[in-house]
């Protein structure tokens, strides 16, 4: 059997009992740290596993072969932990496809992720639109795509959840001070102005106990350019036109 477990949003204390049991359990268990960062302590967890039990990290190509989970998965439990939601990357759909076609089972355990976290903000989540992520710039290359998919979702009057690129080999996050002067310089391109119509909710470290949630007119957007947002993960939400009960719920946060 594989179980493909989520440690949740930001710790340890986020994984659920039915996670725990798991891992007390399995025969052997591995974590995956390339899809989110993760600020919990795995040695914790492997004290509660206990039997002097082991998590070895796997790097992503490991992850994406599948080869190391693969080999015992018949005869053995496995368990991969997975910052947030097991599901959230498609990384780990293609996991569960390769493990079935081995006639592998797959059992996956829930948890929660920036999906669920989202909706601390006040926003609704059912008017969220396509997410995208603002990616690092490659030299003077900045990727235009997360623009295009904010505009379309503002004109259908959507939220846009947009996520901030990481690279944890080489410890580097986008930080929402960043995303928006990429947001801004691609408007400035594109000669459109979609910016300043919407409102932007920028969200730090969500399910922590030092979260943070800063809201701002697109008007005002450059005026938090130097705003010390701390330690990641960020995300940006580009909010179309509110519902009364989402400005009475975000008016907390200006």
Known sequence: MLYLIGLGLYDERDISLKGIEILKTA???????????????????????????????????????GEILYKNALLKDIALLVPGDPMFATTHSSIILDAEKRKIKVKIIHSSSIYSAIAETGLMTYKFGRTTTIAFPYKDTIPSSPYKIFMENFERNLHTLMLLDIDLENNKFLSINRGLEILLKLEEDAKEDIVRKATFVCCARLGSDDALIKAVKGTDAEKIL?????EPPHCIIAAANLHFIEEEMLARFY
Do not use: C, M, P, Q
């Open 27 to 65: 025969d052997e268990i591995y974590a995956e740290n390339y899809t989110n960062f993760y600020h919990g302590n795995l040695k914790n967890l492997e004290e509660i596993a206990g039997r002097n039990k082991h998590i070895t990290i796997l790097k992503r190509n490991e992850i994406e072969s």
């Open 226 to 230: 130097n705003f010390d947002f701390g």
